[in-house]
Structures are given as structure tokens and as C-alpha cells.
């Protein structure tokens, strides 16, 4: 039998961690890295096939992960690096938002979503700052929200939980936090935690801010079997877009939800 294929070969600058995949879902370990693909025989790189990459999160359950070409990180790590110092800058100021690109962001969203980029894009220094900024100007809110994403990105979910904690206890009336700690649960498989605080978090969204975590929600009450529940959100969901009513398994979903708890669809 003859052996052949491609594979990424001459991995540099890895660094490891942990996350939830983007392509199937399982949450576990991860890394990042420099490489490019080779054709092999027998493992042997022979022919190398196309250029040489940055790997973002390459999922071990499945081996997907994004890809930047290598010439091109230099100038994303500039891009955020001046977007974060933005942020930053504003922080300092007192602000709690930062205009991006002609949209006015959450400083502390901005910056605890994109730690882990710059981390997996092996700019400790960025990191470094950032936290060290965080800590010296007393930001206590940002600071325990980007604490908790580096915490995740090791693994460590319970002291992640606890960071998220304090953020919920400096701004009681953000989401971010809460919603961090129900992914937090989910992810610990402690459902009925998770869904106490996903359904907290919905008492202060209207309308259609309110479908990504109804979404959420949906996963939650079908694990938990709670079929009224389950019922009751599919329902919501085809309120605020009644499009839903044309996609099938999310029908199929809601018409079982529906028998189960004795219940008519309603038209
Ligand atoms: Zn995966």
C-alpha cells in the first residue's frame, strides 16, 4: 500500500489551548501555529502545496481551523493592535465605547473577544499590555472580562466562572458577563445553571436582540426536556421572524416539542 497525501509540515510558534470549535462544535484543545502543507509519500514532504500559513485554532477532535496566509499577519496584528489602543485610549477617558470602523462598540466586548485572536497570533507583548493597562488604570469591568477569556483559553473554566462573576458584580446591568457565565455552564454540562442565567439575560433585550440567545435556549430546554418551555421559545422565535415557519428542521423541531407536551402548532 502506497502511502500519500498532505499534511501540514515545519509547525512554528504553536501555541496551545482551549475553545469551542467553529466547524464541530466540541469544545476542547486546540493550537495555532505556523506551517505550510506539503504533499507527502509515506510522510515524507515532497511537494509543497501553496503558501505558508498562520493556523488559527485547529480543532483536535477535527483538525479544522482557520487560515491566514503568513504574509498577511503582520498587518491584522497592526490593525488591532491600533483598534485595541483605541479602545484603551477610551477606557482611560472614562467611555464605555470606542468607535470601530464607524461603529460605536462596547470597549470591554471588543477587547475580551479579541485576546485570544492576539494571543493565537502569538503577540504575548499585545496581551501583555493590554493587561497590564487594564490593571494599572483600576478598569476592574474590562479587566476581569479579558481575564476570564485568557482563563478559558487555558482551560481553566471554573476560575474563568469566578472572573465573570466579578465583571457581573461591577456592571450588574450587562449581559456580556452573564452570558459568559451561562456559556461557561453549558459548557461544564451544568444545564440548569446555564439556562437561570441565558434566561437572565433575556429580561433586559428586546425583540430581535433577543434570538441569539433564544437560540441558545433551545439547546438548553431540549437537554433538560423541558418540552413547554421548549415549546413556548420555538413560538417566540417565529414571532420575531416568521420566515422560520419555511425552514424545516427548525419546524420539525418545534412540531415535536409541540406532541410532546399535547400541544397544536399554531398556524
Ligand atoms: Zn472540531
Not at 8 to 31: D, F, P
Not at 162 to 184: F, H, K, R, V
Not at 204 to 229: H, P
Not at 233 to 238: P, Q, W
Request: a negative charge.
Amino acid at each position: 500500500m502506497i502511502i500519500y497525501g498532505s499534511r501540514m509540515y515545519g509547525k512554528r510558534n504553536v501555541i496551545n489551548g482551549w475553545g469551542e470549535c467553529e466547524h464541530c462544535g466540541v469544545y476542547g484543545k486546540n493550537s495555532s501555529y505556523n506551517g505550510r502543507k506539503w504533499g507527502h509519500l509515506y510522510f515524507i514532504p515532497l511537494i509543497p502545496m501553496g503558501e505558508s500559513v498562520r493556523v488559527l485554532n485547529e480543532c483536535k477532535a477535527c483538525s479544522n481551523g482557520s487560515h491566514l496566509p503568513e504574509s498577511d499577519v503582520t498587518e491584522v496584528l497592526r490593525e488591532l493592535r491600533n483598534d485595541i489602543q483605541n479602545a484603551l485610549a477610551r477606557l482611560i477617558e472614562g467611555e464605555k465605547n470606542f468607535d470601530y470602523h464607524e461603529t460605536e462598540l462596547p470597549c470591554a466586548l471588543f477587547l475580551a473577544n479579541n485576546i485570544e485572536v492576539v494571543k493565537c497570533l502569538d503577540d504575548e507583548n499585545l496581551v501583555d499590555l493590554v493587561v497590564a493597562a487594564l490593571k494599572e488604570k483600576e478598569l476592574h469591568y474590562p479587566h476581569h472580562m479579558v481575564n476570564g477569556r485568557l482563563l478559558e483559553f487555558q482551560g481553566k473554566l471554573q476560575e474563568a466562572g469566578t472572573a465573570y462573576q466579578q465583571a457581573a458584580t461591577e456592571e450588574p446591568d450587562d449581559i456580556l458577563p452573564i452570558t459568559s457565565l451561562g456559556a461557561i455552564y453549558f459548557k461544564q454540562k451544568e444545564y440548569e445553571a446555564a439556562r437561570l442565567a441565558y434566561e437572565k439575560a433575556l429580561e433586559s433585550l428586546e425583540s430581535q436582540e433577543r434570538l441569539q440567545i433564544l437560540g441558545v435556549l433551545l439547546s438548553l430546554y431540549e437537554l433538560q426536556k423541558d418540552f413547554a418551555a421548549l415549546t413556548d421559545t420555538y413560538e417566540e422565535c417565529l414571532q420575531l421572524v416568521p420566515e422560520y415557519a419555511q425552514d424545516k428542521p427548525f419546524m420539525k423541531g418545534y412540531k415535536k416539542a409541540c406532541k410532546k407536551v399535547g400541544r397544536e402548532p399554531v398556524k
